[in-house]
T-cell receptor, first 112, second 115 residues
């Protein structure tokens, strides 16, 4: 069972570069979300989606874009990377508003 | 708004010691409460949950009771093992759909268990 798959696992960027973190799930979950994890900060919600074609902002959306063209995929785009975006990013999905969140293994991003 | 506060770590225990990690919350309405665990190099996994007051969630020897009167959901285990070394996150989900369905996490507590 693949579950939630994130790519890449590691990435180093220079300030100002753009990139996309990929997230795919094979559980037919309607709800998907992106979190970032920083030391001493726990996990903070960046963006989320309750279904294909529907996205909304979380707690820390600035500097990130998302789209949801299919149920399976929920990519996170960094338009112009900044050192403050150095973090570990987690994608998660669930089958409903009360369901268990299933997490990917994370993507560690370093912005120089 | 909704928030979760959990005890600062790191916590270091000897094998077979008793574990308590405190978690308190602030929320309107009737939230669901969760404990997630993150093993080194991995994503988060659901450890246990409780969806209404006085519910007790349990899994792998861990327990937590949803106490509405004290707005708490403390994690306990009677005898920890080295394999329990991980980061533990308390989380809350508010009632209702949309943004209220999102999980709000505490900052995490790192547990190290020594043999």
């Amino acid at each position: 069972n693949a579950g939630v798959t994130q790519t890449p696992k590691f990435q180093v960027l220079k300030t100002g570069q753009s990139m996309t973190l990929q997230c795919a799930q094979d559980m037919n979950h309607e709800y998907m979300s992106w979190y970032r994890q920083d030391p001493g900060m726990g996990l903070r919600l960046i963006h989320y989606s309750v279904g294909a074609g529907i996205t909304d902002q979380g707690e820390v959306p600035n500097g990130y874009n998302v789209s949801r063209s299919t149920t399976e995929d929920f990519p996170l785009r960094l338009l112009s990377a900044a050192p403050s975006q150095t973090s570990v990013y987690f994608c998660a999905s669930t089958y409903g508003e009360n369901g268990e969140l299933f997490f990917g293994e994370g993507s560690r991003l370093t912005v120089l | 708004g909704n928030s979760v506060t959990q005890m600062e770590g790191p916590v270091t225990l000897s094998e077979e010691a008793f574990l308590t990690i405190n978690c308190t919350y602030t929320a309107t309405g009737y939230p669901s409460l969760f404990w997630y665990v993150q093993y080194p190099g991995e994503g988060l996994q659901l450890l246990l949950k409780a969806t209404k007051a006085d519910d007790k969630g349990s899994n792998k020897g861990f327990e937590a009771t949803y106490r509405k009167e004290t707005t708490s959901f403390h994690l306990e285990k009677g005898s920890v093992q080295v394999s329990d070394s991980a980061v533990y996150f308390c989380a809350l989900r508010g009632g209702g759909g949309g943004s209220q369905g999102n999980l709000i996490f505490g900052k995490g507590t790192k547990l190290s268990v020594k043999p």
